[in-house]
């Protein structure tokens, strides 16, 4: 059963509770390794969204655009002048 007695400080309850002994279930740098690969595969996929873009806009902006498809170019009509 628990060691904690009633009159025990709190913060020797919860090291009671929670079991808090010295043997992680993985180590420190296999857990900063995972993280700094999640990191990494997030600016990652960020950096290619921002260049997708980045490249869409330019299209636009140069007065061409892309079909549904994706396969072919056409240019974009002229603009109405009023």
Known sequence: MLDAEPGDSPKTTIRVL???ERDPSMPPI????LGALAVGALIHRAV???R?????LD???EGRA???DGLSEKATPPKASR
Request: proline content about 0%; charged content about 40%.
């Open 52 to 56: 997708r873009i980045n490249s869409e």
């Open 48 to 50: 290619k969204e921002m």
């Open 59 to 61: 299209r636009v902006k």
């Open 30 to 33: 296999v857990v900063l390794a």
């Open 18 to 20: 929670c079991n808090n």
């Open 66 to 68: 892309i079909d549904r």
